[in-house]
């Protein structure tokens, strides 16, 4: 499981925010357009591309997008 | 009409849990205003009563654990839940899912509540023992009470009890049948005004008003005395005669009539208009007040343990009270596992 | 059936009060010992000895003893 594609699938939830602003070490709860609605989008995307499932502790645990890559891939 | 039938499912089992506190209404003060405790006593038949700050699921527990352990059933192999309150643990979410939880059963269980009362015991039975018939659900647990209420409550007549009946299928065992009915024009014979949707709560909820020589509150239950008397003299013989008619048996030929523990007066009444003697009538009143929807299997457990546990018993039972809903049922326990009461501390 | 009768059904509910106190006029509700528990008993000895079935506003809307018995009555 990839870091690099990881990184694209996340960004792939945003609408507003350029997919170059969003990398393994950005604090994604400090993004602009963060929201729970797009914490939605991430947990459906980490359950269709990797068939993990997040739980709202995950999410909040997590500081950066590599954080998040971590929990989902010692869960798939 | 609702008159049902239901075969191929037995009673397993049934327990109890009570809080471990007693009180007695003969030191309490504070009955009413209008009469004093001995004279209360005399009518109502509750001398004493378990009361606590343990919720429905606290006391439900430890009886459904120890059940469970003397039939050697796997908790996995539980595959149905249904709660019987109408003073669960939460509001939202149901008290079956606490308890689902809890008491480890699998995530392949069924589980849900039904808000009745006196009525509840039978139609909580009439509902699992419906989706068990045709072995669909091959073991399954019914749990009834009430407990600690949303607000304090003591109210002189009730005590907190949970009990858990255990059913499974079983091919070829004896029918189980029911009639059911309902009136809601008798809404408010008994009802808790405020805190529904209806009427939210509100600083003046918390306003005591005097009814009947005591004091409540619109967020404690209060009760049309009178008017529950007369509907349970009148409608609970009338739904064992018709259940017995419909289903072409002769009621007067079985071993115990247990009706919800309300009020022995009453009690007395529909017994002796259904000609049953008062031997033939338990009662757990004296010291354990009206149990709500647990009332019905607690007299059981409590007053029969011993022929339900070694034989064949067949029994009548008929609960009937808020809503207004009643229910009777008749079926036959035999063999039955009853452990001893499990008395809980907080 | 007799309003004497009744009169002396209805006086055998209670225990602390003396039956010549008990009279076709009396507003019973107003007697010391009445109360909701004697209410019950007067349902009771409705439905067993006249088969009617009294209800709350029943016991409510009546004053005198003779007003609970022509309810009695009119059910019968």
Known sequence: MELKEFIENFAAQFDDTDASEIKAETVFKELDEW???IALSVIAMADEEYEVTLKGDDI????TVEDLFNTVKSKA | MAFLSYRNVRVAGMSVGVPKHKICNLDAADISKDYDAASFI??????ERRIGELTVSDLAIPAANQLLDELGWEK????G?????QHGDYI?????CIIQERLGLSKECMAMDISLGCSGWVYGLSSLVGMMSSGNLRRCLLICGDARRRVEFNDPL???AATVTALEYKEGAENICFHLGTDGSGYDAIIIPDGGARNQITPSSFIPQEIDGREYTPLQSRMKGMDVFSFGITTAPKSVKKLAEHFGFDYTSYDYLVLHQANMKMNAMIAKKLKFLPEKVPSSMWNFGNTSSASIPLTIATQLRECCTQGLVRLLCCGFGVGLSWGTVALEVENIIIPDLIEIEE
């Open chain 1, 35 to 37: 929201s729970s609605l």
């Open chain 1, 60 to 63: 909040r645990n997590a500081s």
């Open chain 2, 42 to 47: 005399e009518v109502t038949g509750v001398k």
């Open chain 2, 76 to 79: 996995p192999s539980v595959d």
């Open chain 2, 81 to 85: 839940l249904v709660v019987v309150t």
């Open chain 2, 92 to 96: 939202v979410p149901a008290t079956s």
């Open chain 2, 158 to 160: 009730f005590g907190f």
